[in-house]
């Protein structure tokens, strides 16, 4: 797309509006924070403009979409910069760059939104394949663009993942497509010694949680020798790290019958199958069903979907977590060791960590926290949005 930076439209902020913000770094600008008047209604998804303050100061170049609670998305602190090609080219190579650094294959979250410059944008490379999340009208407008710049980059394969929540607030369409190239079976990712199978059409979000690599790591270095239970386990998360740690053995416990047919699979692959069980169901009714059968492991996991994605769920999502803690807790033996995550923003550390306390001591468990693990260091942290820092993964051990 051309972009005529002369020509852009402006969008001002209300007197009352905190341009600090904004000039501090902050990469969104609410609705209730601008003048909506007719001229900025008007204005189509994804327009770029000059965002203004209330004396007319330019503050920044911006993505607009009036018909979203975030009325503008920061894309560069520079009222004039252009949003090109070279700009797609020169984001994606400083994203690459850190991952080149960090990882030894092509397998990691490239793009993680916000904090790598790409407001609204998610893109997880496996090899020379890519899953690009264009949860905003601005990036959702050039996936093209951003398809042929991955090419460029020596990624092949290029699918526009359409299933992000946050696409209906955005006004955009649910259809997933190939951009480039096609991959119609599942791949396998090497990942912390354990390989996952990552289907990238018909899998959970990208395919597969490159999030929890870190913490997958640490339990893998608890589970030496022990009995593994993994709860919500997706594709193999957690119990296929723990089996390329030495576990003894692993069960993975899911809903979805072909996401723990991947995890088999991959299971497979590493030689492991035989040590490898899977248990397909509801969770809690698992759980309760293994607590009943008197089943106890010297490592459990639970890694549950987000139960609370906003504030308005907060108190329900905080009694979900309590719930997990308080059936897995009995499982773990004692001396053994337990990890509980969350991957909802708005269920932040301190009150995610007092629910699995919580929880554990209905259970008439005691334990100690060792451990606080976060999103791995391909999933940096905006300092000024803290939904970029979601992940939180607490293990404890368990005395009695």
Known sequence: MTDDATARPRLRLKPKADARRIRHGHPWVYLDDVVADRRSRALAPGTLAVLEDAERA????????????????????DAEAA????????????????????????FYRLIH????????????????????????????????EIAATLGEMGIAHVLLNASGRA??????????????GDVEAALPV???????????????????????????????GLAREARVLDVFSHVGGFGLAALAGGAASALAVDGSAPALALATEGATRMGRAADFATRQGDAFAVMTALGEEGARFEVVVADPPAFAPAKPALTAGLRAYERVARLAAPLVEPGGYLTLCSCSHAAELSKFRAACI???????????????????????????????????????????
């Open 113 to 144: 939104a916000e904090a790598d410059g790409m407001p609204g944008v998610v893109i997880d490379r496996f090899g020379d394949a890519a899953v690009v999340q264009p949860n905003a009208a601005w990036a959702d407008a050039r996936a093209e």
């Open 58 to 77: 330019p503050l920044a170049t911006v993505a607009v979409n009036m018909g979203s609670r975030i009325a503008a998305r920061v894309l560069s602190p």
């Open 167 to 180: 696409r209906a607030t955005e006004g955009l369409s649910d259809e997933t497509r190939w951009l480039a």
């Open 190 to 220: 090497p990942m912390n010694g354990a390989t996952y199978m990552a289907d990238l059409t018909g899998g959970q979000k990208t395919g597969l949680f490159y999030d929890q690599r870190p913490n997958h790591a640490f339990v893998a």
């Open 83 to 106: 949003i090109d090609g070279a700009f797609l080219r020169a984001r994606l190579a400083t994203a690459l760059a850190h991952r080149e650094r960090l990882y030894d294959a092509p």
């Open 358 to 400: 919580r929880g554990i001591g209905r259970a008439g468990r005691t334990g100690q926290l060792i451990h606080t693990g976060f999103a791995g260091p391909d999933h940096p942290v905006h300092p000024q949005l803290a939904e970029t820092g979601y992940l939180k993964a607490l293990t404890f051990r368990m005395l009695d």
